[in-house]
């Protein structure tokens, strides 16, 4: 079992910046790919990026390449996603989970999730 906290949301000017972190708990995290996910009021939960255990291979959706960085340190269990350039339709809910096996942009692969954090890009 696996328990994930984000932190690091809240309210930004568009064309700025964020970093979102992960917890997560337990001494297996490194063996876990992991990724993040947002949502959107009135949408599906959608995948951003993924990472894979070692964080030597990462992934991410088009529209925000050039713009976010997943990361993960395992020696702290922390997962992170560094927000660039932010616009808008950036704002969501987002969502770090875990998987077990390799890296996945499929939101029903991922085993353990967090409860989210909310990032609002607005003027």
């Known amino acids: 079992q696996v328990q994930l906290v984000e932190s690091g949301g809240g309210l930004v000017q568009p064309g700025g910046s964020l970093r979102l972190s992960c917890a997560a708990s337990?001494?297996?995290?490194?063996?876990?790919?992991a990724g993040w996910f947002r949502q959107a009021p009135g949408k599906e939960r959608e995948f951003v990026a993924t990472?894979?255990?070692?964080?030597?291979?990462?992934y991410y959706t088009d529209s925000v390449k050039g713009r976010f960085t997943i990361s993960r340190d395992n020696a702290k269990n922390t997962l992170y996603l560094e927000m660039n350039s932010l616009k808008p339709e950036d704002t969501a809910v987002y969502y770090c989970?875990?998987?077990?096996?390799?890296?996945?942009?499929?939101?029903?692969?991922?085993?353990?999730w967090g409860q989210g954090t909310q990032v609002t890009v607005s003027s």
């Open positions: 337990g001494r297996t995290f490194s063996t876990y790919a």
């Open positions: 990472i894979n255990w070692s964080g030597g291979a990462t």
């Open positions: 989970a875990v998987k077990f096996g390799g890296t996945s942009n499929a939101v029903n692969e991922y085993n353990y």
